[in-house]
C-alpha cells in the first residue's frame, strides 16, 4: 500500500512547531508573520519530507483558490507573453497561479471563459479585453469582482488599470516622421470600441497639431481589428485612394506587418517610398525587413505592476507589507498620483525587472518634441539611452475617489500609464523632396525591397 500522504501535523512535528506556525510559514501571503528563522525551518522540514499542500483543502479553509483568470483577446500578438511574464512571475510570489483565457476578440467566448473561470472560484481576474462599453465589465463591477485592465482603460468602470501612455506615444511618432520631412502622413487607426483605437488617434492629431500639419480625413483609415489582415486591408485601401502621402503611421505593430505586405504588392518599397511606423514593439519587430520603427513600453513591468495592483485588490497583498524579495514590480522614475489637478511625487520604486527589449545601435540623443517620452535608435546591437543622458518620462498614475491631502484611499481606483519610447530603426527615412515639399503622390511602379 502507498503511504499516507505528509500532511501539515508532520511537518509542524518536525519542524518542533505548532502546525498553525508551520500553516503560515509555508503560505507566502502569512510568512511575514513568522520569524525569517522559523520560516527558514519549516521549508526545510517540508522540503525533506516531501510535503505536499492540499489546494482543496486550503481552499475550503480560507475560502480562497489563489488562483486569478487571465483573458486575452488575442494570443497569437507577440505583445501579451511578455506582459503574462510579468503577471505570472508576481503572483507567483504570493502564491497565485494564473489561469489563461484566449478570447479572439470574440465576446461570446469572452463571457464564456469568464463564466467557467468564476465556476471555478477564481480570487480575481486580469482583463486584456477591455471595451470602452463592456457588459461584462458592468456586470463585474456589480459584483464586486476583483478585477484589473491592462493595456487597456474602461474610465466608465470602477477597475484599476495599467497601460501605456497612448496618447503620447502617437505624438512621438507624429514628430518623428515632421522631422524627417513628411508633411503628408497616413494613419491606419484601431478599432474605436476599445481604448487604445481613440486614445492613439487622439495623438496622432495632436501631434499633427504639435507640428503645424494638416489633419485630413482621406489619409485615415479604420481597422476593425488588430490584426495583419487589417492592416493589409487598410493599407490597400489608402493606396487605392487619391490622397497624397509619404508615411503611414500605424495604430499598432500587427497593422504595421500588414503594410509591408500592401505596399509590396503595390511596388513601393519601404522606407525609400513610403516610411512606416508601428505602435507596441512587439518582440521580433526587428527581425523584419527592413525593422520597424515602433513605440516600445516596458511589457514586463505591465503584468507585473497589473499583478500588484490586484492582489492589493484582493486585499492580502499590500505594497508595504512586503518583504524584500517579494516586492511589486519595480521601475525606473517616480511615480505621480494626480489628486484634484495637483501632482505630487512619491519615492523611487527601484529598478526595473528585466523584460523585452529592444536592440539596436545607440541613438545620438533624446527626441525633443514637446511632448514627455524619449527616442531611441536601434537596428542590431546594444541599446542604451540617448547621449543626453536623461531618463525615459516617468510613468503618471491617476487615482479617483480620493480627498484632497489623503495620501491613501481603500476607495482609489488607479490607473497608471507608463511612459513610451520610440524605437527607430530601418523603416523610416528623410522624405523625398517633392513628398516634403509638395505632398507628392507615393505610388509609383519600381523594384521593391520590403517584405518579411
Known sequence: MPDPPVTIRDVAAAARVHPATASRALN??????????????VLRAAKSLRYRPN?????????????VGVLIPDLTNPLFPPIIRGLEDRL????????????????????????????????????????????????????????????????????????????????????????????????????QDVSTGPSR???????????????????????????????????RELVRR????????????????????????AGLRCPEDVSVVGFNNMPFIDRLRPPL?????????????????????????????????????KGTGRRHTRRSGQASAQAPSGQEPSGQEPSGQESSGQESSGVSGQVRSGASGQVRSGASGHEPAEPRARQSGMADGVAESTEAVKILFLAP????????????????????????????????
Open 92 to 191: 507567483a510570489e504570493a502564491g497565485y497561479v494564473a489561469l489563461i483565457g484566449n478570447t479572439d476578440g470574440d465576446s461570446r467566448r469572452e463571457r464564456l471563459v469568464f463564466e467557467q473561470m468564476r465556476a471555478r472560484h477564481v480570487d480575481g481576474f486580469v482583463l486584456a479585453t477591455a471595451r470602452l462599453i463592456d457588459p461584462l465589465l458592468a456586470e463585474a463591477a456589480q459584483a464586486e469582482l476583483p478585477v484589473v485592465l491592462v493595456n487597456r482603460v474602461a474610465e466608465g468602470y470602477s477597475f484599476p488599470a495599467v497601460s501605456v501612455d497612448n496618447e503620447r506615444g502617437s505624438q512621438l511618432v507624429v514628430s518623428h516622421l515632421a522631422k524627417l520631412g513628411h508633411r503628408h502622413i497616413a494613419y491606419i487607426a484601431g478599432p
Open 55 to 67: 489546494p482543496m483543502a486550503r481552499t475550503l479553509r480560507t475560502r480562497r483558490s489563489h488562483t
Open 421 to 452: 519610447e520610440l524605437i527607430v530603426r530601418g523603416s523610416t527615412a528623410q522624405a523625398q523632396g517633392a513628398a516634403a515639399e509638395h505632398g507628392a503622390d507615393p505610388r509609383r511602379a519600381g523594384p521593391t525591397e520590403v517584405g518579411i
Open 293 to 329: 520603427t515602433s513605440v516600445s513600453f516596458p511589457h514586463y513591468r505591465v503584468g507585473t505592476e497589473a499583478a500588484q495592483l490586484l492582489l492589493e485588490r484582493i486585499g492580502r497583498y499590500p505594497r508595504h507589507a512586503q518583504r524584500s524579495g517579494q516586492g511589486a514590480a
Open 242 to 265: 487619391q490622397g497624397r502621402w509619404s508615411a503611414i503611421a500605424a495604430a499598432n505593430d500587427m497593422l504595421a506587418v500588414g503594410c509591408y505586405s500592401a505596399l509590396d504588392e
Open 28 to 41: 507566502p501571503e502569512t510568512r511575514v508573520l513568522v520569524s525569517e528563522k522559523t520560516a527558514r525551518r
Open 201 to 235: 488617434l487622439r495623438g496622432f492629431n495632436a501631434g499633427l497639431a504639435a507640428s503645424g500639419l494638416d489633419a485630413d480625413p482621406d489619409l485615415i483609415t479604420y481597422a476593425t481589428s488588430y490584426s495583419i489582415q487589417e492592416g493589409l486591408r487598410c493599407a
